[in-house]
């Protein structure tokens, strides 16, 4: 059973234009949610990540925004470059828990084209 | 900065052998995780542990197991492979800390099985 569901599957964005990808959870425990960005044959990369007590998280052209009430979190990508063409991967944890393994999205394949 | 360190990176195994990955994680991280990646599909939680001692558990197949040595490096054990156990397998390590839990994953190891 998929816990965290990610949309799109793939994307195409132009050269400076706005990525948006969207994710979305039902169990209400999970109280981290961050974001990794995969190359092919690489090891998934922390992105960007954000906890529910606050509803948007911006780092440089990467932004989150968290919707408690929707129990929706979403990925903007500004001004997209052809070097961000990568799988984009949400996901959720429960840390108060301890245990922390991460529930990933089915993840998004993004191409920027040039 | 030092990354999780995975090996071998790749491997290949016939059915129904034995195959053991490495992974030495991140200088003082005191949890370590193990994912399993199948081509085109999201990371899967396998097993993890905290401070040598398993703290959760996943999809892990009872054909597969894993410690935690004294030098805190981990290793997967998988016996009785099959076909479908072929995959990218990620090593993750974190550290417990005031402001999270940042995993960091490795740059994994690819097993084929033939």
């Known amino acids: 059973q998929q816990q965290v569901k990610q949309s799109p599957q793939s994307l195409i964005v132009q050269k400076g234009g706005i990525s948006i990808i969207n994710c979305a959870y039902e169990?209400?425990?999970?109280?981290?949610f961050p974001w990794y960005q995969q190359f092919p044959g690489k090891g998934p990369a922390l992105l960007i990540a954000?906890?529910?007590?606050?509803s948007e998280k911006k780092e440089g052209r990467f932004t989150i925004s968290f919707n408690k009430s929707a129990k929706q979190f979403s990925l903007h990508i500004m001004d997209s470059q052809p070097g961000d063409s990568a799988t984009y991967f949400c996901?959720?944890?429960?840390?108060?828990?301890?245990?922390?393994?991460?529930?990933f999205g089915t993840g998004t394949r993004l191409t920027v084209i040039p | 900065a030092a990354g999780v360190i995975q090996s071998p990176r790749h491997l290949i195994k016939e059915k129904r052998e034995t195959a053991t990955l490495k992974c030495y994680p991140i200088?003082?991280?005191?949890?370590v995780y193990w994912y399993q990646q199948g081509p085109g599909q999201d990371p899967q939680f396998l097993i993890s542990?905290?401070?040598?001692?398993?703290?959760d558990k996943g999809s892990i197949p009872d054909r597969f197991s894993a410690q935690q040595f004294s030098d805190y490096h981990s290793e997967l054990n998988m016996s009785s492979l099959e076909l479908g156990d072929s995959a990218l397998y990620f090593c993750?390590?974190?550290?417990?800390?005031?402001?999270?839990?940042?995993?960091?994953f490795g740059e994994g190891s690819w097993l084929t099985v033939v």
């Open positions: 993750a390590s974190s550290f417990w800390g005031l402001s999270g839990n940042t995993i960091y």
């Open positions: 169990n209400t425990a999970f109280d981290y």
């Open positions: 954000i906890r529910p007590d606050v």
């Open positions: 996901a959720a944890s429960i840390l108060s828990t301890g245990a922390n393994n991460l529930f």
């Open positions: 200088p003082r991280h005191d949890t």
């Open positions: 542990f905290y401070e040598k001692m398993q703290s």
